[in-house]
């Protein structure tokens, strides 16, 4: 059976996925998450998913912005060990981390559909909004676990494309809205 293939993380309604820990990230309204009122109900499915995630997958730069903090951070405990997937053209070996778990850097689009076919659990990508962008134009995205906010900034990074492309149909699996405006949206693809 081939693994699933989950992209997750926080959006805007209008689908921006960057900066939302804060503006050194890149995007001037950065931190667009911190500024949501805390209701800890609305976070849930990040704990849900430690559960069901068996790998982690980052574009290069996911990796590298998260590589330094979350092998340390109690928050993330549970992804220590766990295998992790970096697709990037240019990173090289010298370059991974100790001490998070077995790292292997994919190359392209071809390893990714080759690691689906392998024997393992659920493989979630966190932010990586390149990454996501590309392979859902690929067909590789089996499910979207999407934390959406309600903040418009008009402009930023997407995982969604704007080119033209075949239609892609989706199948809403769990949805919840909290008191802060959040919108828990759980979508499959459907093939």
């Not at 993330?76 to 991974?96: F, N």
């Not at 990586?128 to 903040?151: H, K, M, Q, T």
Request: no cysteine; proline share 4%; aromatic share 10%.
């Amino acid at each position: 059976m081939a693994r699933e293939l989950v992209w997750t993380g926080f959006m805007t309604l209008d689908g921006v996925v960057d900066s939302p820990g804060g503006t050194v990230e890149g995007h001037r309204s950065g931190g667009w998450v911190l500024d949501t009122p805390f209701v800890p109900e609305a976070y849930s499915l990040k704990g849900e998913e430690l559960d069901e995630t068996s790998a982690l997958m980052f574009g290069r730069h996911s990796y590298e912005a998260f590589a330094p903090i979350w092998p340390a951070s109690e928050d993330h405990a549970a992804y220590k060990d766990l295998p992790k997937y970096v697709v990037s053209g240019s990173l090289t070996e010298d370059a991974l981390i100790d001490d998070w778990g077995p790292i292997t850097i994919l190359r392209s689009t071809e390893d990714i559909a080759e690691l689906k076919e392998t024997d393992g659990g659920a493989v979630f990508i966190h932010g990586s909004a390149e990454l996501g962008r590309r392979l859902g134009e690929a067909d590789l995205i089996d499910r979207y676990n999407l934390l959406v906010f309600p903040v418009l900034l008009g402009a930023g990074k997407s995982i969604f494309t704007d080119s033209d492309r075949d239609k892609q149909s989706l199948r809403l699996r769990e949805s919840a809205t909290y008191s802060n405006g959040v919108a828990k949206l759980i979508y499959d693809v459907l093939r």
